[in-house]
């Protein structure tokens, strides 16, 4: 950790001394766009691949609410729903694509891998600022383009952090408003110097007391940047710090308190406690990335990667009695992480006017330490440990992407991939369970299709796509614990794409349907892991289909209008799930399991209707507007179909302004759900029942603020 802090500071100090330097533009600008772009081009659709994706451009992300985190400033996007636990924005966030979970979309940054190799999830809450820190975002759709980490099966989002400056600058960015939310950013750069080297800095604190209890977060942010160009060759080193402290709330709000107290927590209450606050997340993530680029031809370039990530932290809880000692009195538990994870990639890639290819190479090395322990309280004294486990990933992975146009209109796409992972755990989990694991698999994803240019405006295309996806961690620890460690499998999906799309500068129009077919997809049950994980479970067949229709129009250049909408299906055939069962309500007598069919049902949390519309205005130079709506349909909380386990469909109003009184000062002002709407946005269920035909339900649902305001004043020099 000290050397990783050591490095940063050089880093730093780095800037500063860059920043000392005679500026100016440099005169290979144009080579040096090549060169920078092609470290996530690498990974990302163009103009003419067959997938279904949007880009979303640096000025974009910056327009967004302080409140929003990256997966809130993306629910606009087609097919997307984003939720936050807080009922806010700021701390733990996350997205759905297509209705498929967090842990089947894959996110690199820079063409890493940025899924935690174990829950194959990326906790948004771990890098507050993030949208700060970016260049563009492409969202893929589907299997998509092959990439590093986990599969894709719901899609990917693949971010460049930001590009130099062509000149010095520095920006303070002072937000506030609802949920006593507070955000500070300062930001410097050198912009581009004679001798090629560039420097830039960011950093970010953000605080709320967020809308749910105990939904509080304090959270801190880092970005710095040095980049060196000269000739033929680039390099960069990325360094990325988030911190974050902030309440549990994955537990939600009960059913029951939504008309009384829909902001009640159930954590909130341990917080009753003097010198307690509360239910408590606590972690630092540190990534150091650097990036080697050669342009050995004009047509060629080769680009290689190094990265490195530390990460540390605990959840804490308050607990009356330790069980391994016996001992009364209050205890601290604190269970505890502490993992490193080391990647790196290498890709060649060949362009020319009818053909272009990419072969990469890439692979990383996981290891977690999962422990637990003690602490008296409140003196804060280390009492004894709890447990131990340790958890390894090794992923190799290589894929050779080619787009060839054999004559004018017609271009045809071909990506092969191959990737090796090998899984092991070892040592007990709380409950003394022996976690004793390992596991190998070999995937093989084809994909393939061709686009047909109609016009200079309009395409055609279409794409097929293979894809496999390993268990994650807590799918295994269940899945031991059930004693079928053996009978978990991987996902399998066939991904068919296609679809029109039209763009004449003024007018758009995009139509996509696309039919992803599962095999023994990992399906959440609607329940959550103590920890908030979903727990999941393998479904023989299963299958999402539907269309994708977005347009937009700027009919005057102070004018544009945007929109979007998802209709699906998302079923399970012949869907066997089990329910806890008890001798009765007084004793809870474990009896065993009852078994459940339904022949056809809908797959949680997958609303058959996503649908989005803006309109911006900007009447005068100065001055922009911006009017969001955002709209999802019904959404049940587990794989059952039924009516009373669900959330109603809901829509939310947004809006910004923005003014720029002079070329360095600039005010904005958000207003989120400016209709008042009071929805629910995500929930988990746990159900049991007894011999005697009752029934138990237990659930959390995870209320979203009313409306809210915060103002933001930007000062750039």
Known sequence: MKRII?????????????????????????KFDVL??????????GTGTPV??????????????????????????????????????LGYSKMRLRGSDPTRINVTINGITLNDAESQEVFWVNIPGISGMLNSVQLQRGIGTSVNGPGAFGGSINMQTMLPHENPYTTVELSGGSWLTGVGTVATGTGRTDNGFSADIRYSFNTTEGYLDNAWARLHSLFASIDYLQGDHSLKFNYILGSQHSGITWEGCPPEMLETNRRYNPTVCKGQVEGFRGDSDNYLQQHIQGIYSHQITPNFIWTTTLHFTDGTGYYENLKDKNKETGVKG???????????????????????????????????????????????????????????????????????????????????????????IKTIISGPDKDHASLDYEQTNNFFNPKGGLSLNLTKSSQLYGSVAYGHKEPSRSDIKEAIKAGRAESIKPEKMLDFEFGYQFNNGRYAFAVNGY????????????????????????????YRRGVEISAAVQPVNWIKLEGNTTLSRNKILGYRTYVDLYDNINDWHFVGQKEEYYETTDMLLSPSVIGAAAITLTPV???????????????????????????????????????????????????????????????????????DGNTYTEAGLFPQAPMSIIGKITITI
């Open 621 to 691: 130079k100065p001055l922009e507007l911006k009017v969001a709506w955002k709209y999802v349909g019904k959404q049940y909380w587990d794989n059952t179909s039924c009516d009373e386990r669900s959330l109603k469909a809901y829509d939310v109003l947004s809006a910004q302004v923005h003014y720029t009184l002079t070329k360095w000062l600039k005010l904005s002002v958000f207003g989120d759900n400016l209709l008042g709407r009071l929805y629910e946005a995500d929930a988990w269920v746990y159900r049991a029942v007894f011999q």
């Open 330 to 420: 209050q205890f601290k538990l604190r269970q505890a992480m502490d993992n490193n994870f080391y990647a790196g990639n290498t890709n060649f890639k060949w362009k020319s006017n009818t053909f272009s290819s990419v072969l990469n190479f890439a692979y990383s090395y996981y290891t977690g330490d999962h422990f637990g322990y003690y602490m008296t309280f409140p003196d804060n004294v280390k009492d004894e440990n709890y447990y131990s486990n340790n958890g390894k990933k090794r992923d190799f992975s290589t894929f050779l992407r080619a787009e060839w146009k054999p004559v004018n209109p017609i271009n045809l796409y071909g990506d092969l991939q191959f990737r090796r």
């Open 6 to 30: 050591i490095a940063a500071a050089m880093m730093l100090l780095g800037a500063s001394f860059v920043q000392a330097q005679t500026q100016s533009q440099n005169e290979n600008n144009d």
């Open 52 to 89: 279904a994706y949007t880009e979303v451009s640096k000025e974009a992300l910056n327009s967004n609410s302080v409140l929003q985190s990256l997966p809130m400033a993306l629910s606009l996007q087609p097919s997307v729903v984003a939720v936050n636990e807080g009922g806010t924005g």
């Open 36 to 45: 920078d772009s092609t470290v996530v081009s690498a990974f990302r659709a």
């Open 515 to 542: 039919m992803m077919e599962y095999r023994d997809q990992l399906l959440e049950t609607g329940l959550l892991s103590e920890t908030g994980y979903a727990i999941k479970q393998n479904v023989d067949r299963s």
